[in-house]
């Protein structure tokens, strides 16, 4: 077998460990944050697929210790198929995101209330299965959004890890519908050599003629019946093969010039 | 002018096959393949969908169902026979189709989707009605339907956190809930008869239930990665489960218990992913195909198919023939000939075994050859060879049928004082024996024997060169070759035996050389050897056997294990034998599958490996526990691939070269993430063979790219360059080897050479190269061809960032260096002064050593911001002579052009972007290449799209869209034919493309 060429170590894995995060994902959060300013002010939040929890820790840190203020107010939930170790001000729940059940879990814990953020790092078992590994990553976006489009509130950002394959356009062109601006951003720590990238959604704008409705027995195609990006249309018969609408996101590289490249190595 | 392009063909995963009557049929991307399963022709390929690839498939009623993503396809079965292009008949799910069946009576269709939804639809694809369990939503990795009646249907579905659900189509009610996997399902399928359910997942294990109580029978634990697929066979008895692992496992069910019990392991694929898996029942073959595009038949019964494969005799089965032994006597030798065996045993008993009758018999004893004996012979000849320390040779030729002794011939050579090794080798109806003893100063005796009447004509004393202990014989053209230990090759010419060999040192990396073998001679009187050493190397030398000139022109190394010996197959492909562990294995080296395997206990045996008087057929003899072991390979009865893959991996560049190798066929090269290099070989046509798969990087590939029509070189992670040189004499195949490895700044180095570039001294094979690393790293060296030396002449250095992409470029009296770090920059230098080199014309002219300091590289000359992000790839066209244009594709999905130019004065830099689309693709363009003399450019993006654009007027015009099946489209390379352009891309996989310009 051969060895990979991926090399190991690198600059933010060092970094991450000196300041306390247990991923270097957190600095590609911050160097998106850096570049939109999305976490300014937002008091209640939704880290999905959240494990290990840098993220969550980079959440932590902004809404609580660098503001103390209203803590009673403010809420971080993180969700995450495998267990996560505690974090302060974070609540965890251990659960699959695509199931219907999950969703009304996190709802139940916002109580009512709207979220001002919400992000997804998500990433599912790659099989191989070029195809297959990029549909589920999309429906992990797909659920996320499910979420969203209960959860968030007019204007809210929904931030989510995407891989450049080869049905972007058409996920860009269904999160279009329901966001003022869609932006693809690449942060500096990110590899270069990877697909990974975000889809960064700025203003929350859901379509006035359509009602989002959860319910634990409709699948995430079901739920966006009648809102556009839904496939599925009323009358049942399979339709045949068409172009769906594809759209290309504006692209942006996040961290500054003087940040690292994790694709250097010294 | 408008580009016509034209996919060839395509080469990339599989991810279904199945049996179909005397047909395997095989989902191949977007097409679905059709092969005769016996003489494994090519029957049809069929495209049934636009984009998406083949999943899944089933054949009934004369009714042929695909799926896969959210494509969805009925077609009747004759038109898949025939019909080249079905695709109109494709229908789109609004969810993955994560398996479907036809209903029992065949009228309906069941779609089982990712979300745990069944939709029923009739034969045009008409939902009629869905399906669901109340609740139970989440997505699904694998799943399948069992159609037990019109009554009874099941859905067996593997979640990703929650295990298997079993749940009745027609109640929506979950049967069972099966929990004991950790990790996602990969498979889950229930056995015909309805008892069983098998699952496998992310733990590595297979489950059995038990359908009816609910319970876990058993697990299967064998595999070591993770299992994609299971198969119940032969009446639900048994299982099949194909892993990551590169194997298929075979597991006897037990009815009465569910025990699950691993009888058999093939080794199947070179790659992790075999995804595919199917079993004939009644021919007892299994079909497996995989990421690495093969499609893939194993003969379940490969042991038993025709009775008399494994044989075993230990020495009381023998004397039940009526045969007396000594007490203690025992097996020392043996020779396979055209009736059976012969074999000699430690009381210099000769016996025979007839292969037709299984009897046993015995010839003779001869006392003589009582102790440290050696047992050899020639099966053209029919004849056996002992000899013993003293330097006695016996020969012993038989009739054809074995029955006889025709003749026998004894001799003594007594000019040895011990002999050691006695090798045999034959030609035209002569036979030469060359004795050696173990004192390096005393001659190789070779004696000549003619075979007919037996009958010594001369005898030779061959001068031993310095260490020297031959291990393997060859004759060709009144030459003796004999390889050696210490890696020696000496060629002894037998018209002029006084004078001393030609000797060759250290061929190969090795020690002991296995086996040397004549392969052909060139038109210019060169004769071409493949040789092998024990520790797995193998090379091929090209020869002048009257001057002992040689040039290795291939070396390489199989995957693992000893090799003993390598040869041409009649269909020319290259096959290797050796043990591997405590097995021995023969192996098709060229298309990369083994052949058979058996477990013998290691190469410390006695064994005899030889053809069984037809190419297609072996015999393996070998001693374990004190028994002889016959094994036999007869040439299987169904082909052993119906289609050969490429890489496993992605394909991380490829490269054609230039001139073409014959009419209408080219050569080219591929470096994937599995480490490999491939020489492979392309008709116009598009069909692709792999000639050579090459391990010499040890990680995974950066780039390869022929530098001129000889030379290729290649890079990767730490730091490993290597400049490769094509052999385009011989017939049998091109042949490639390294001659110089670019030197690392470390012992242990870790940094990857991203790119490099060539350029060529004027009239001289010597050139400056420039290699760029992920520390940011530049360095210049020399290349001089006399001493096949590179050596350092400049270094430099470019903020932080990793360098992805570098060109040198003559310009007029300058050479410019341009690189494309991470950061969105061209960044160029003037390195004309630096480097001490002279250009005229844009040629370059001649280099001096700097004999000073290295020089070191000035700050840069120029940078332009061209893209938003990293710079993926970089083609160079020199405009005129002060001027170049730069095509780029970069991370932010932009394309562009740039200019450089060399100021009048000649001592400034000037660069600028002309023109630029930055939506040139949804994802990251990987590759862009010029076209048409530089008319058209065509970039390829991860987005599986080619987009061809005019750039006549170095304004970047969109003129066309195709869609690539190969995901993770990372490279390309075109050369020109007769009509156009030949066109490849490489990913997961690959594709050829014929390019044609036409006038509107
Ligand atoms: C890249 S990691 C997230 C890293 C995290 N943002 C951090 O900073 O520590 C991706 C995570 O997605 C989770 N995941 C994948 N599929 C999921 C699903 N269906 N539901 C919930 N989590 C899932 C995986 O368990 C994994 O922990």
Redesign the pocket.
């Known amino acids: 077998m051969g060895k990979s060429s991926k090399d190991k170590r690198d600059l933010y894995y060092r970094k991450a460990k000196e300041q306390g995060?247990?991923?270097r994902?957190?600095f590609?959060?911050l160097q998106l944050d850096e570049q939109f300013h999305f976490l300014d002010n937002v008091t209640r939040v939704v880290?999905?697929?959240?494990?290990?929890?840098?993220?969550?820790?980079?959440l932590s840190r902004r809404l609580f210790e660098d503001d103390p203020e209203n803590a009673a107010s403010k809420r971080i939930v993180a969700?995450?198929?495998?267990p996560m170790f505690p974090i302060d001000h974070v609540i965890t729940i251990q659960?699959?995101?695509?199931?219907p059940k999950?969703l009304n879990k996190i709802m139940d814990l916002f109580e009512g209330e709207k979220a001002d953020f919400v992000?997804?790092?998500?990433?599912?078992?790659v099989t191989g299965l070029h195809d297959l590994d990029e549909y589920?990553q999309q429906q992990?976006i797909l659920?996320a959004l499910q979420l969203t489009t209960c959860l968030l509130r007019e204007g809210g950002v929904f931030v989510a890890?995407i891989f450049r394959g080869r049905d972007i356009d058409m996920l860009y062109s269904q999160l279009g519908y329901l966001f003022e601006r869609v932006v693809c951003a690449k942060p500096r720590s990110s590899r270069g050599t990877s697909l990974e990238s975000f889809v960064v959604c700025l203003g929350y704008k859901p379509p006035t003629n359509w009602k989002p409705h959860l319910d634990v027995n409709m699948s995430v195609e079901d739920f966006f019946q009648g809102c556009e990006i839904g496939r599925l249309t009323l009358d049942d018969k399979l339709p045949e093969y068409h172009e769906e609408a594809r759209s290309i996101a504006d692209f942006i590289l996040c961290g500054g010039l003087d940040s690292f490249d994790s694709d250097a190595t010294y | 002018m408008v580009l016509k392009a034209r996919e060839l063909s395509h080469y990339g995963p599989s991810i279904c096959v199945k049996f179909h009557g005397d047909y395997v049929v095989a989902g191949y991307g977007v097409f679905v393949q059709v092969y005769e399963v016996l003489s494994g022709k090519l029957v049809n390929q069929s495209r049934v969908f636009h984009n998406n690839k083949v999943h899944g498939l089933c054949v009934e009623n004369g009714l042929f169902l695909a799926y896969g993503a959210r494509s969805v396809s009925v077609v009747p079965w004759q038109a898949i026979l025939s019909s080249k292009d079905n695709s109109k008949l494709e229908k789109m799910c609004p969810e993955w189709v994560t398996s479907a069946e036809f209903s029992f009576d065949g009228s309906a269709v069941y779609l089982l989707t990712s979300y745990n939804k069944v939709l029923c639809c009739d034969l045009e694809l008409e939902v009629l009605e869905t399906r669901v369990v109340y609740g139970e939503r989440?997505?699904l990795y694998s799943g399948t339907i069992t159609v037990q009646s019109a009554e009874k249907v099941h859905i067996n579905a593997g979640t990703?956190?929650d295990g298997v659900f079993i749940w009745d189509l027609f109640s929506e009610k979950n049967l069972h809930h099966f929990t004991g996997h950790e990790g996602s399902i990969f498979y889950v399928t229930a056995s015909k008869n309805g008892r069983f359910v098998a699952s496998c997942s992310d733990d590595r294990s297979i489950k059995l239930w038990d359908l009816e109580s609910g319970s876990l029978l058993s697990t299967g634990w064998g595999h070591t990665a993770r299992i994609w697929n299971l198969q119940f066979f032969d009446n639900d008895t048994k299982l099949i489960s194909a892993s990551e692992d590169c194997t298929c496992r075979v597991w006897e069910v037990s009815q009465l218990t569910g025990q699950l019990t691993q009888t058999d392991v093939h080794e199947i694929h070179l790659s992790k992913n075999v995804w595919g898996l199917d079993v004939d029942s009644r021919r007892m073959i299994a079909a497996t195909s995989g990421n690495d595009g093969r499609i893939k038949l194993t003969d379940l019964r490969l042991r038993t198919r025709a009775g008399d494969e494994s044989q075993a005799f230990s020495i009381d089965d023998i004397s039940r023939c009526r045969i007396d032994f000594a007490a203690n006597e025992i097996v020392k030798g043996f020779f396979w000939l055209h009736f059976g065996l012969v074999v000699l045993t430690s009381e210099g008993q000769v016996l025979k075994y007839s292969d037709q009758n299984s009897v046993w018999s015995s010839i003779f004893q001869n006392q003589k050859f009582k102790s440290f004996s050696s047992t050899t012979g020639v099966q053209k000849l029919n004849l056996v060879v002992f000899s013993n320390g003293s330097g006695d040779v016996l020969i012993v030729k038989f009739s054809q049928d074995g029955t006889q002794v025709l003749n026998t011939l004894e001799i003594a050579v007594t000019e040895l004082s011990k002999v050691t090794t006695c090798l045999v080798e034959s030609f035209d109806g002569e036979l030469f024996i060359a004795l050696q003893s173990p004192n390096p100063r005393d001659a190789l005796v070779c004696v000549k024997i003619d075979s007919a009447p037996l009958k010594l004509t001369e005898k030779y004393h061959l001068t031993r060169p310095a260490n020297f202990n031959a291990s393997s014989i060859l004759y060709h053209d009144n030459f003796l070759l004999f390889g050696s230990k210490f890696s020696t090759l000496a060629i002894f010419n037998l018209r002029e035996s006084e004078t001393s060999a030609h000797v060759l040192n250290r061929l190969l990396p090795g020690d002991t050389i296995t086996s040397v073998r004549f392969v052909e001679k060139s038109s210019n009187d060169r004769s071409l050897f493949s040789v092998t050493d024990r520790e797995g190397f193998y090379c091929f030398v090209s020869i002048d056997l009257n001057n002992g000139d040689s040039d290795i022109v291939l070396e390489n190394k199989i995957s693992k294990g000893f090799l003993e010996g390598a040869f041409y197959d009649p269909s020319g492909d290259y096959i290797t034998y050796g043990f591997k562990s405590n097995y021995f294995v023969m192996f098709n080296e060229t298309r990369q599958f083994e052949i058979m395997s058996e477990l013998c206990g290691g190469s410390h045996r006695q064994w005899l490996f030889l053809p069984n008087y037809d190419p297609n057929e072996f015999v393996f003899v070998y001693v374990k526990a004190s028994r002889i072991n016959i094994r036999k390979l007869h040439s299987s009865f169904v082909p052993q691939t119906l289609r050969d893959g490429l890489h496993g991996r992605e394909i991380r560049d490829l490269t054609l070269r230039p001139a073409s190798y014959n009419t209408r066929t080219h050569v080219f090269c591929s470096g994937a993430e599995d480490t490999t290099i491939k020489l492979n070989r392309i008709k116009e046509s598009g069909e692709a063979r792999t000639i050579w798969t090459f391990r010499k990087h040890t990680s995974g590939l950066q780039r390869c790219k022929f530098v001129s029509d000889q030379y290729l070189i290649s890079s990767a992670a730490r730091e490993e360059l290597y400049l490769w040189k094509l052999c385009t004499d011989f017939k049998s195949n091109p042949y490639m080897s390294i001659i110089a490895v670019l030197p690392t700044s470390t012992k242990l180095p870790d940094l990857r050479i991203m790119d490099f570039d060539v350029k060529f001294i004027e009239n001289s094979q010597d050139f400056i190269l420039v290699t760029v690393y992920s520390d940011s790293a530049i360095k210049l060296w020399h290349f001089e061809h006399a001493s096949q030396k590179f050596a350092l002449i400049a270094i430099g250095k470019y903020e932080t960032c990793c360098l992805l992409n570098v060109a040198l470029i003559p310009l007029k009296e300058t050479l410019l260096l341009l690189i494309s770090p991470s950061d969105g920059y061209l960044v160029a230098w003037d390195v004309t002064k630096c480097l001490n080199i002279n250009l005229r014309n844009g040629k370059l002219q001649d280099w001096k050593p700097n004999f000073s300091l290295m020089p070191i590289l000035p700050d840069y000359a120029t940078r332009v911001l061209v893209h938003r992000a990293g710079v993926k790839s970089l083609q160079v066209k020199s405009a005129n002579g002060s001027s170049c244009l730069i095509y780029t594709g970069g991370d932010d999905n932009a394309v562009a052009i740039s200019e450089f130019a060399v100021e009048e004065d000649e001592l400034s830099i000037k660069g600028q972007v002309l023109s630029s689309d930055t939506a040139g693709a949804a994802s990251t363009i990987t590759a862009v290449n010029l076209l048409n003399g530089g008319k058209g450019l065509i970039t390829a993006s991860v987005d599986q799209r080619l987009r061809y654009y005019d750039v006549t007027k170095n304004q970047l015009t969109l003129q066309d869209v195709f869609y690539t099946t190969n995901a993770d489209t990372g490279c390309l390379d075109v050369v020109s034919t007769a009509t156009g352009s030949l066109l490849l891309i490489g990913g997961v996989g690959f594709s050829a493309w014929s390019l044609r310009d036409v006038k509107k």
Do not use: N
């Open positions: 995060f247990r991923a994902s957190a590609k959060l880290d999905l697929c959240a494990a290990p929890g840098s993220w969550s820790q980079v969700v995450d198929l495998q659960a699959d995101i695509t199931h999950t992000c997804s790092d998500g990433a599912p078992d589920v992990l659920s890890k | 989440a997505i990703v956190m």
